[in-house]
């Protein structure tokens, strides 16, 4: 059935962690989010990123005492892209800050999307389902999907158009055939949400490798359990509150059938058949 | 007479001793905010600590509170995590092996909790024959726990039996983990170093509360939390300045400890350690970065042996003159 490797933590421990100075050289609005591109500074190691780890964000502000933690977009070269939406105190100053504001970044943190072998990867074909800036953790994966000659289909769904998180960026990145748009009030795509165009999609066929899951958390169960009940092997990545971001602080647990797991550590990227939805409810961000 | 010019040779004493508890240097971490080191060696090199506290640890495992377990407040952070641990032989098969092949010779105090004297002692006792263990910290000052915790710590004969209790069960150094969560923490202190107590360790969090407005609902499933980081430093530091004054055992010094600054404040208000905490989460580097303040403020300050700074605060009218007329 599924090709995608079952160890999730097979990325964990493989390369070094850093804590590095980064300067913004971008911040602006799309759409209902924001782009934030900071330039990495020197440091005694190199931040190298996997598709689904995220790092931790150093906003520089004395009472504001911890860090963000943030998926990644794009990582290329000494340039990082973060996507985020205004949601509190922290978001909302860093919204504000401009060019050449001094940052710190901290990371790599989490394990990865687990990504089928090179040997046997081409030909696979895989979902991505995204939920709103559930998007942003997706792009990386997609990316290194299509470059092992996965075939990827994504649904990008959104409360409405200006919340298709990068919807042009995938538009360019995917085959016309690979991307598939739902939006709550229609604007773009089809009208309703995400479990729609997947009913569809696993109706007339339900032979896909693996699905890769990320967006709200009653949107990752929902299309988590219908992904098992096509006995189609699923990946979600969870978001909690988080203190260190580096597995210390237990701040950021979620019940699964593992018992309590750190997101910054034992995740955040999970086999959805482990998550406790239902327990998972009352220790989830919003 | 003419002072030695600051040079980099000039080399300053950073040893201290905690009760029999012999430290490199004065810093350490405040439970719960570093596990037991492994987490944060990708950052730093652990082994630079003076000590390291772990997490608190119980005789079987804790799955620690529901719901919501952190949130973040002005210049602080309220947390729930109620000391969630896997139990002392997870502790003994895990943490100590690995702390013992990364970072040899690094003291490591224990802090132990339970639900009942009988629960500490047995953790105690437990953790008596390994030979990695340096001391004990004794939390009875979680705010987290409906039951053990700060409910030991907040009378004073409660908190003489579990010491007397825990001093029966070991040679090795006892120190008591103190809540600020009492009218006057002079009391627990005399009682707990009448009942044995080595050293004293303090403060655990502030117990403090935070609603939801748009739902009208209480953060923590437990409703109320402990308040830590920057703004609980000068409660912290009064408290240090007030328990140093009133008993003869060494006092560790934690509360919104930041920056080397901070730690030199708590020096000079009686702390023979100190410790970093919620500082730990922003910056791991946090106690390095400190150690080279404090080294450069020592010499600057003529001072070598930072032993010299312990309790060393000056009194308010100790030079007169210009303030007068």
């Known amino acids: 059935m599924s090709g995608c490797s079952d160890n999730v933590s097979g990325c964990l421990g493989s390369m070094s962690k850093v804590i590095i100075p980064a300067r913004i050289v971008a911040n602006e609005s799309r759409g209902g989010y924001y782009s934030l591109k900071v330039c990495l500074g020197a440091a005694e190691g190199e931040l190298k990123l996997k598709p689904g780890q995220f790092i931790e964000l150093g906003l520089g502000q004395s009472d504001l005492v911890l860090r963000r933690p943030f998926s990644v977009f794009q990582a290329k070269g000494c340039e990082l892209e973060i996507l985020y939406q205004v949601v509190g105190e922290g978001t909302r100053r860093l919204r504000d800050m401009s060019m050449g504001t001094e940052l710190s970044v901290m990371g790599p943190l989490g394990n990865c999307w687990p990504i089928p072998d090179e040997s046997e990867a081409a030909g696979q074909r895989v979902l991505l389902l995204a939920g709103g800036i559930g998007a942003a953790p997706l792009a990386m994966l997609a990316e290194e999907l299509l470059a092992r000659d996965v075939r990827v289909k994504l649904i990008l769904a959104a409360r409405g158009r200006d919340w298709l998180c990068e919807y042009e960026w995938f538009q360019r990145l995917l085959p016309s055939d690979g991307l598939m748009v739902a939006t709550d009030d229609g604007s773009v795509g089809v009208a309703g949400m995400i479990t729609g165009p997947l009913d569809l999609v696993l109706q007339r066929d339900p032979s896909y490798d693996c699905a890769y899951i990320c967006g709200p958390e009653p949107m990752m169960a929902a299309c988590a359990r219908r992904c098992n009940e096509e006995g189609l092997a699923s990946w979600v990545s969870m978001e909690r509150l988080m203190a260190c971001g580096v597995g210390a602080c237990l701040s950021c647990v979620a019940p699964t059938t593992k018992g309590l797991q750190r997101v910054c550590a034992d995740g955040p990227v999970f086999a959805a058949k482990e998550v406790m939805w239902d327990e998972a409810r009352a220790s989830r961000v919003r | ?325």
């Open chain 2, 1 to 325: 007479m003419r002072r030695e010019p600051v040079g980099c040779d000039s080399s300053v004493n950073m040893a201290v001793t905690v009760g029999n508890l012999r430290m490199q240097n004065p810093l350490t971490v405040a439970s719960g905010t570093f596990a037991a080191g492994r987490e944060y060696a990708d950052f730093v090199a652990i082994a630079g600590l003076g000590a390291l506290t772990t997490k608190g640890v119980s005789a079987k495992p804790w799955t620690g509170n529901p719901g919501k377990r952190m949130y973040e407040t002005a210049s602080g952070l309220l947390n729930s995590i109620g000391l969630q641990n896997p139990g002392v032989e997870v502790f003994c098969a895990d943490s100590l092996p690995w702390l013992a092949e990364h970072a040899p010779g690094l003291p490591v105090v224990v802090n132990v909790v339970g639900h009942s004297a009988r629960e500490y002692v047995d953790v105690i006792e437990r953790l008596e024959d390994e030979a990695g263990v340096s001391a004990y910290e004794l939390n009875i000052s979680c705010p987290n726990l409906d039951a053990g915790g700060m409910a030991f710590g907040t009378s004073a004969e409660a908190a003489a039996a579990m010491t007397a209790a825990a001093r029966a069960a070991t040679k090795r150094p006892l120190l008591v983990k103190l809540s600020p969560n009492v009218t006057d923490i002079t009391e627990l202190a005399r009682a707990v170093e009448a009942a044995g107590a080595d050293g004293l360790s303090l403060i655990n969090t502030l117990l403090g509360l935070a609603i939801d407005v748009s739902t009208r609902r209480f953060v923590f499933e437990r409703r109320v939390a402990g308040l830590s980081g920057p703004a609980v430093k000068p409660v912290a530091l009064r408290m240090v300045w007030e328990v140093a004054r009133a008993v003869d055992v060494p006092v560790i010094g934690m509360g919104g400890v930041s920056c080397g600054e901070d730690v030199v404040e708590f020096l000079l208000a009686g702390a023979s350690a100190v410790a970093f905490g919620t500082a730990n989460f922003a910056n791991p580097r946090v106690f390095v970065e400190a150690l080279a303040w404090i080294e450069d403020y020592c010499r600057a300050q003529d001072v070598r042996d930072v032993n010299e700074l312990v309790g060393a605060v000056r009194e308010v009218r100790e030079t007169s003159g210009y303030a007068k007329g």
